[in-house]
């Protein structure tokens, strides 16, 4: 009976594809959707191995495709395809759990009426052509595997590299909910990380700094100081204050200021000379959940995916919800 139930649900999950008639990190921003019926949110989804309905933002189509495909796509987005086939496979863990979470608890993409999209900036990155053999072979090795923690998929962040220890969802994403308790600062080993990812260097003119305020609401006639106020458990600035008295939350200004450039909120130091404020820090990324580098680096250990997972999320079990 248990398992009729849930086969309905997906069956009322997958109604949209009969209707269709017909961090890769930077994209150009795309037109905002015309708002169409969105898929009804399933509960937890179990074999077999679903279909779901992709939006594909290169070309405006949705997709219909199975899932393990989707995710082999999302894996060579997201990862470098040649890594170590256990980073692949944590990976693979990680966009199956992201994407089974955002179905379960919103239909997917309901502004696009799709449960994924290939569009970074609303769900996942995606490159099917960057697809290889060594990317099929971590996704089959984890094929239908979903963390969860206390029997729901979590939220499965992850970032390039944590320069050395991860942040909770508050200090690295200002994460407005309660901090997830799977979610803990954790030494990270990120040493195999590029050189300019380890430890760099940024300047930014007065006015690009007024322009990124500016985007959060945060305007000022100029910027005659800038410094780090507080910062979070993991040693991330958490905000930032301009002019002696403005205060300026991190992570959102990093966004704004271009989170290519002001690589990470792991900072030593931040400095103002003349019309330039430089900042000088290590690491790329938010720093939430799982490193990419510092699975990298277990899976040349010899850790397997799931050790990888259960070490970036406390407290957490790896559960197949199909074979």
């Given amino acids: 009976m248990q398992s009729k139930k849930l086969m309905l649900a997906l069956s009322l999950l997958l109604i949209p594809v009969f209707l269709i008639t017909g961090c890769t990190l930077f994209r150009s921003p795309q037109p905002k959707p015309t708002p169409a019926p969105s898929p009804a949110p399933a509960k937890n989804i179990q074999g077999p191995e679903p279909n779901i309905v992709?939006?594909?933002?290169?070309?405006?189509?949705?997709?219909?495709?199975?899932?393990?495909?989707?995710?082999?796509?999302?894996?060579a987005g997201e990862m470098k395809p040649d890594w170590p086939i256990e980073a692949l496979a944590a990976q693979a863990i990680i966009a199956r759990t992201y994407t089974i979470e955002a179905i379960e608890t919103k239909g997917g993409v309901p502004e696009r009426g799709t449960q994924a999209s290939t569009d970074i900036k609303e769900f996942q990155a995606y490159s099917a052509q960057a697809v290889n053999d060594n990317v099929r072979k971590a996704v089959q090795m984890t094929r239908g595997m979903v963390a969860v923690y206390q029997g729901k998929p979590i939220k499965s962040w992850f970032h390039a590299s944590a320069g050395g220890i991860t942040a909770n969802a508050k200090e690295g994403l200002n994460y407005k909910e309660e901090n997830p308790a799977?979610?803990?600062?954790?030494?990270?080993?990120?040493?195999?990380?590029?050189?300019?990812?380890?430890?760099?260097?940024?300047?930014?003119?007065?006015?690009?700094?007024?322009?990124?305020?500016?985007?959060?609401?945060?305007?000022?006639?100029?910027?005659?100081?800038?410094?780090?106020?507080?910062?979070?458990?993991?040693?991330?600035?958490?905000?930032?204050?301009?002019?002696?008295?403005?205060?300026?939350p991190a992570p959102e200004f990093r966004v704004a200021i271009d989170s290519t450039k002001l690589k990470s909120l792991l900072l030593d130091k931040v400095e103002m000379a003349g019309d330039k404020i430089t900042f000088t820090g290590k690491g790329y990324g938010h720093g939430v959940g799982m490193s990419q580098w510092g699975a990298h680096k277990m899976a040349k250990e010899g850790r397997k995916p799931e050790e990888i997972i259960t070490y970036y999320f406390k407290g957490v079990t790896v559960e197949k919800r199909w074979e």
């Fill in 54 to 75: 992709v939006f594909m933002h290169e070309t405006g189509e949705k997709k219909t495709m199975k899932i393990e495909d989707y995710i082999a796509g999302v894996v």
């Fill in 182 to 248: 799977y979610i803990q600062s954790v030494q990270s080993p990120d040493d195999l990380a590029p050189d300019d990812v380890k430890n760099w260097t940024v300047s930014f003119s007065q006015q690009e700094v007024m322009a990124a305020l500016a985007k959060i609401g945060k305007k000022v006639a100029a910027v005659e100081s800038f410094a780090i106020q507080e910062k979070g458990q993991s040693g991330r600035a958490t905000i930032f204050v301009v002019n002696n008295g403005v205060q300026v």
